[in-house]
Each structure stands twice: as structure tokens, then as C-alpha cells.
Nanobody, 116 residues
Framework: QVQLVDTGGGLVQAGGSLRLSCEAS????????MGWWRQAPGKGRESVAK????????FYANSVKGRFTISRDNAKNTVYLQMNSLKPEDTAVYYC?????????WGQGTQVTVSS
């Protein structure tokens, strides 16, 4: 089994920054990728950023390009999301996920609230 613990959310003013962390534990040897999704109130869950575990290739949603940066620490089985220039529309619950052998695992989510 795989367990994900995502942390780092909070309340920040528009223009501010936050850094989310997600630590994976358990059977993670064959991880393909890790990423971050978010779900705003009344909306569906959307992909924010993703990083391939083998070569570090990254993917971003257009709405966060140039503001968010995803990175990984393979030794710590941890993925980070540095969020800069935050906007009120970034307010959501952010979920970490891990893709491995056609399975997807999810963290419990961490709330990010950006005030205007």
C-alpha cells in the first residue's frame, strides 16, 4: 500500500506564496509520477502540476504556469509545490497524488485560501 501525507496549506493574501509538501511512504519503489490537483468549492477536481519520477519532466496547467513550481526529492519520496503570486482563484483544497503501475493514490488534501 501507499500512503500520502500532504501539508503546507494555509491562509495567504493575494500576491503571497505558499509551499506544499507531500511525503509518500509504503510500497513506492515503482513510482511513475507524482502531482498536485485541486478542487475549489462547487467545482470538479483539476490537475495543477505533475512531475515524472524518473527524469523530472514537469507539466503544468495553463492557469498556474509561471507562478507554480513542482519539484521532487527522490531520496525523501517527497514532492513539493511552490506557489507564488497567489490569486483568490487559487483557493481550493489541494491534493497530492501518486501514479504507479496503473494505480493512483491520493493524499488527504490541504486547504489553500487566498484572500483579496
Amino acid at each position: 500500500q501507499v500512503q500520502l501525507v500532504d501539508t503546507g496549506g494555509g491562509l495567504v493574501q493575494a500576491g503571497g506564496s505558499l509551499r506544499l509538501s507531500c511525503e509518500a511512504s509504503g510500497r513506492t519503489l515503482n513510482t511513475d509520477a507524482m502531482g498536485w490537483w485541486r478542487q475549489a468549492p462547487g467545482k470538479g477536481r483539476e490537475s495543477v502540476a505533475k512531475i515524472a519520477w524518473s527524469d523530472g519532466m514537469t507539466f503544468y496547467a495553463n492557469s498556474v504556469k509561471g507562478r507554480f513550481t513542482i519539484s521532487r526529492d527522490n531520496a525523501k519520496n517527497t514532492v513539493y509545490l511552490q506557489m507564488n503570486s497567489l490569486k483568490p482563484e487559487d483557493t481550493a483544497v489541494y491534493y497530492c497524488n501518486l501514479e504507479m503501475e496503473s494505480q493512483i493514490y491520493w493524499g488527504q488534501g490541504t486547504q489553500v485560501t487566498v484572500s483579496s
